[in-house]
């Protein structure tokens, strides 16, 4: 079910929605409100699931539901995933599931490096980086991601 949710916002992110990655809010005033409970909420359960944040959701939701710019929700979903990944991290903390990465230290310090390295120079390129290149690689990580859960057993 997942995987075809994450084609079909491929497919109207590439089909359906303006190249300039913004648009109209489909909702405004309190519908936009229960929007967006509902759709956090959704996020958020799939996200606690998955072990995720919720971007690969969260973005295209921000873009199609809101009318948020590409480089805009980019950015809210870092906001947003803050209290997910905290509400996770202390989820996880109580059980077992945490005793892997200390049998892993190594590959969870490099991972995080990596990871704060590769942000710092995204938000470099953020300026030079067109959205007309960044819906298309949004579809294409979002395509890639549902063949990724679809084969996940």
């Known amino acids: 079910m997942l995987a075809l949710l994450l084609v079909a916002m491929a497919v109207v992110l ?15 005033g309190a519908a936009q409100i229960v929007a967006g409970l509902v759709a956090g909420f959704a996020i958020g359960v799939v996200a606690s699931l998955m072990g995720v944040a919720g ?6 939701t921000l873009i199609l539901l809101f009318g948020v710019d590409v480089k805009l929700a980019g950015s809210l979903s870092l906001v947003v995933s803050l209290p997910t990944m905290l509400v996770g991290f202390t989820r ?51 395509v890639i991601s549902s063949f990724k859960v679809w084969r996940h057993k």
């Open 14 to 28: 590439l089909i359906g929605h303006g190249s300039e990655g913004g648009g109209t809010p489909l909702f405004s």
């Open 55 to 60: 971007g690969e959701l969260l973005i295209p």
């Open 92 to 142: 996880y903390s109580r059980d077992s599931t945490f005793a892997v990465l200390s049998r892993n230290r190594r590959f969870v310090l490099v991972m995080a490096v990596g990871s704060i390295v590769g942000t710092f120079f995204g938000a470099m390129l953020l300026g030079i980086v067109g959205v007309t290149f960044l819906l298309p690689l949004l579809a294409a990580i979002l």
